[in-house]
């Protein structure tokens, strides 16, 4: 199984590495670790400093709010999954009884009986 395929491209390995892409992402790391890291280091160390950690945990109890939100969510959205289930079976089933009341079994006399009539493909109209 191949997730990607680089074989159209000048340079490639089997078609699963390429130069362009290589240097793309070689490119793309640089950058991060010269100027977005120490960015985001500087922004850290002065919370740190001013705030003694408080947006650290500021940070967990929300993402731990979201956790239990999520929970939550998902638990409903089952439970009412579970409440349509019950009423979809309970139509199917009233559904069944009147079909079976109104298309009895056994026909009395000749011919095919209902069950057969039931199974023969029905023809499209005209």
Known sequence: ???WDY????GNLQGRVAPQISLFWGIGVVLLVR??????QRVINWEEAHTHGMLALLVV????????LTIISIH??????????????AYQEK????????????????????????????????
């Open 1 to 3: 199984m191949k997730l």
């Open 7 to 10: 074989s159209h491209l000048w």
């Open 35 to 40: 100027f977005i890291q120490p960015a985001i």
């Open 61 to 68: 109890l929300v993402m731990g709010t979201d956790t239990i």
């Open 76 to 89: 409903h959205f089952h439970t009412t999954t579970q409440q349509w289930e019950q009423r979809a079976v």
């Open 95 to 126: 559904l069944k009884q009147r079909l079976d009341k109104a298309l009895p079994a056994e026909r009395p006399g000749p011919g095919p009986a209902a069950g057969e009539l039931a199974r023969r493909p029905l023809k499209a109209p005209p």
